[in-house]
């Protein structure tokens, strides 16, 4: 089944919180003026910690029980000079409002990566990173065909809202920058950490659903295998120029979600199947507007036919997108997209965000939506507002449904909510 990005989201932000000192290297004295350069024998080494609790909680409005009441400490560590950084980011959660498969209290690694800067060691223009990491391809808004270097976080997809949720991979990245464009190289030794939805998941898939459902009773052997740990690896070009911009990308690994394939007489097995992205995209500024294209090419996607059987078919993705910042701080986007199968029923419609800034920049008021040919939809309705440099309050809606019987929204169907949430700035 194609696996397509559904949600729409706001990335974390983090603030910043300088030490300060005299003899400590990774510490630094602010009243100090200070050329940028260290002096010869000396380590200038700028550091930031920083800590952030948030609050979510979320209710459904077409069942009973809370879909989560998250208590969340996100916790970030930042040593940087000319030379290189050193980050790492750690997420505590309580939340008493999850299912008996999971834990009410859990700590995750999220990033934790070491980036060396090549042009202060004579090699121009290179950046080498190495570490677990979530690097973004493709645009933020909508639909993005190239953003596969992170698989999607099934645990909890709406996790910040707005977007797919995607979980950092364990990667070698090298970024070149040279007079003929952007050069990145990317090489995941262990494949993408896949984190699966488990069985009763609100979010699980309502096909895996019914095999758990039999391999329970044991009417049928399900085996699941969902981090093959094999390499994977992507390549990425992108020229900036003025009021136009041109790129190009290729991934070569496995599907971002397992697929499910019978392997005998009443056996299935879910694991993820090889997958090739080849990605062109284009950008053109026209004034306060922007244009965007994008087409991509992927091999052996993995479908079912009406008896849920596994074959494997090509696609073609088409994308043509329209931005605009407009006057009284509103912004607008509007995406139109469209997916050719070789030999399966194509896909087409359109994404829609709307936002505008109120009370001088702190009231953020906004919707999001998806809309495509078989009723799929999904609409996220968001209100944030910053009460001061330590606080900010939220209010969310979120509706999903339509589609195939099999498919992500009709399986999601009855997983409308409503939160409120906050962020706070320790």
Not at 124 to 137: A, E, F, I, Q, Y
Not at 314 to 340: L, P, S, T
Not at 391 to 405: H, K
Request: charged fraction near 25%.
């Amino acid at each position: 089944m194609q696996k397509k990005s559904l949600f729409f989201f706001l990335l974390l932000s983090v603030s910043c919180i300088a030490a300060d000192g005299e003899e400590d290297p990774f510490l630094f004295d602010l009243t100090e003026e200070s050329s940028g350069e260290s002096a010869p024998g000396e380590s200038f080494m700028n550091t930031r910690f920083s800590n952030t609790v948030e609050g979510r909680l979320r209710k459904f409005t077409r069942q009973s029980d809370f879909l989560s009441s998250r208590l969340r400490l996100d916790s970030s560590f930042l040593a940087d000079n000319r030379y290189f950084s050193f980050y790492v980011n750690g997420l505590f959660d309580y939340d008493e409002a999850v299912r008996p498969y999971d834990r009410v209290l859990r700590a995750s690694l999220y990033e934790l990566y070491t980036r060396i800067n090549g042009s202060e060691l004579g090699l121009s223009g290179t950046k080498v990173s190495l570490g677990k990491m979530r690097v973004s391809w493709g645009v933020n808004d909508g639909r993005s065909t190239v953003d596969v270097l992170n698989a999607t976080y099934m645990k909890d997809p709406m996790a910040n809202g707005r977007t797919v949720s995607r979980w950092p991979s364990w990667m070698f990245r090298l970024e070149q920058s040279t007079d003929a464009g952007n050069f990145e190289g990317v090489i995941l030794p262990f494949g993408k950490d896949r984190k699966s939805a488990r069985h009763g998941s609100p979010w699980e898939l309502s096909s895996t659903g019914y095999i758990r459902d039999l391999a329970d009773k044991g009417m049928v052997k399900l085996e699941e295998h969902h981090n093959p740990k094999k390499v994977e690896w992507g390549i990425r070009y992108i020229k900036y120029m003025s009021g136009f911009d041109f790129g190009a990308a290729g991934y070569f690994g496995f599907s971002d979600l397992p697929a499910l394939k019978r392997t005998g007489n009443a056996m299935f097995l879910m694991e993820p199947v090889k997958s090739q992205v080849f990605n062109i995209n284009s950008a053109m500024t026209l004034g306060n507007s922007t244009l965007r294209a994008e087409a991509a090419y992927s091999r052996d996607v993995p479908v079912y036919d009406d008896a849920g059987n596994l074959y494997y078919t090509g696609m073609q993705q088409f994308i043509a997108g329209w931005d605009r910042n407009f006057d009284y701080d509103i912004y607008g986007n509007v995406q139109f997209f469209f997916d050719h199968y070789n030999s399966y029923t194509n896909d087409y419609g359109m994404t829609f965000s709307l936002s505008q800034k109120y009370l001088n920049d702190a009231l953020s008021v906004g919707v999001n939506a998806l809309y495509g040919y078989r009723n799929e939809h999904s609409v996220e309705a968001f209100a944030e507002y910053i009460v001061s440099d330590s606080l900010t309050l939220n209010l969310r809606g979120y509706m999903i449904g339509g589609g195939p019987d099999a498919g992500f929204y009709k399986t999601y169907d009855r997983n409308d909510y409503v939160e409120v949430g906050f962020k706070y700035y320790l």
